[in-house]
């Protein structure tokens, strides 16, 4: 095993995108941010200095930092931020995992522009389960804005109202040819006919789930979330924010030039929401003299198309048998969905949300407050009180029909910074529910230091008595983030093996500012956490 150094700083840098020039946050200069490439096994060292005018934490998507949650990076959970000025070096090793993973900042909406592609080989000598091509591309799928995020996010949660679009999609940062100004630097991948490549697909978007699909071309898929699937072929995928995908691609079309195209899947109804399509070009080497060059369109589906992004996840399993608990000692119901609440003015600016209310999100009720003066991983270790409760509620406080429209005041959530504890070891179900309160939506819910097996889903509401009958519990896929169907249910289990604080959240970053998060407490022993690595020195002061 080798150990990679790396030095990330992050630092404003001039772009120009639609025709304007502006200064993001990148790191080291690029956007987006440098690819990490390392083997199952290896470890990492990576020295991050905060050379921008904003507090800045990095998350490694997927990774499961066993033991070792000082490295996983959220803001206030496992970590106070890197001020400007500052640095911290992530110090963490890669234990059984291979594929496709990602990094980004964990601090408010930083994240925008601050991520990169990080990729798991297997182990020396140890193969890909698949035919792995000689040539691959990471395509990270992403969301521009025309201004500056963090003061998109801050208007959003002063005003109460739903925050700004984003302006562009983008492929590998450039939203490509249907984009003014756009087409000179829309991404393009070479390719001989007949060979076949391996695209490594990240949903980085703030906050749009995407359909991707290249003209003409099927792909098949082999891996999500860094975890292999029963390799099966598609003509379009459905990728929420904090997903990735493996596919295979082989040029046995014509020679000519194809697009790869990604644009919104979005069931929110009356939301205002992007329909514009981005792009990057597939193109074949050696175009015969008299072929056109223009790119032949890809066909997407509608942006409500609900039908075809469940057939698509409804097709991925494990390769083979795993092994799912059976047994469970822990059974959550969580209700996971957005919210309005009532304002006494409704004409105050702060009440921009529909009829005169600010947006809201929750889970079982509860809408996450971030600590502001420490870590909830610190306070937890050390034992500092008052920085949260540990009394999550493993239930909804009051369950009623999830597939209608909800009177307003039936559901106005409290806030809270609260946690639950999962005794070390134990096996735990969740099922998540979307309320449907606000408008029926599919979450994307990421599980921090964990990956899951997704055992079963469906439309309506869940029900204990028959649907566990249907699960499966034979070749389950296993990731790390999953979409809770709009309208729906999606049932996960995993057994408690990582002790720590470790949050899990919508990966839609507007539902994550309204509050849609819990943490959860691993321990092991006695309320200790004996097995926990201690915390490094340079770990950030609060
Ligand atoms: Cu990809 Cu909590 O994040």
Known sequence: ??????????????????????????????????????????????????????????????????????????????????????????????????????????????????????????????????????????????EWFDRDPISVLRQALFTGAAPNVSDAYTINGQPGDFYICSKKETMRLAVNSGETILLRIINSALNQELFFSIANHQMTVVAVDAAYTKPFATNVIMIGPGQTTDVLVTANQPPAYYYMAATAYNTAQNAPFDNTTTTAILQYNNLPPQQNPRPILAQLPNFND?????????????????????????NLFFTVGLGLNNCTNPNSPRCQGPNGTRFTASINNVSFVFPKSNSIMQAYYQGVPGVFTADFPPFPPLQFDYTGNVSRGLWQPRRGTKAYKLKYGSSVQIVLQDTSIVTPENHPMHLHGYHFYVVGSGFGNFNPRTDPARFNLIDPPVRNTIGTPTGGWVAIRFIADNPGAWLMHCHIDSHLAWGLAMVFLVENGEGEMQSVIPPPPDLPPC
């Open 306 to 330: 609900t039908p075809t992004a469940t057939r698509f996840t409804d097709q991925l399993r494990s390769p083979h048998r795993v092994s799912v608990p059976l047994h469970i000692d822990e």
């Open 1 to 142: 095993p080798k150990t990679h150094y790396h030095q990330f700083i992050v630092q404003p840098k001039p772009v120009k995108r639609l025709c304007k020039v502006h200064n993001i946050i990148t790191v080291n200069g690029q956007f987006p941010g440098p690819t990490l490439a390392v083997r199952d096994g290896d470890s990492l060292v990576i020295k991050v200095v905060n050379a921008a005018r904003y507090n800045v934490s990095l998350h490694w998507h997927g990774i499961r930092q066993l033991r070792n949650p000082w490295a996983d990076g959220p803001e206030f959970i496992t970590q106070c931020s890197i001020k400007p000025g500052g640095s911290y070096t992530y110090r963490f090793t890669i234990e059984g995992q291979e594929g496709t993973l990602w990094w980004h900042a964990h601090s408010r909406w930083l994240r925008a522009t601050v991520y990169g592609a990080l990729i798991i080989y297997p182990k020396l000598a140890s193969p890909h389960p698949f035919v792995m091509p000689k040539k691959e591309f990471p395509l990270l799928l992403g």
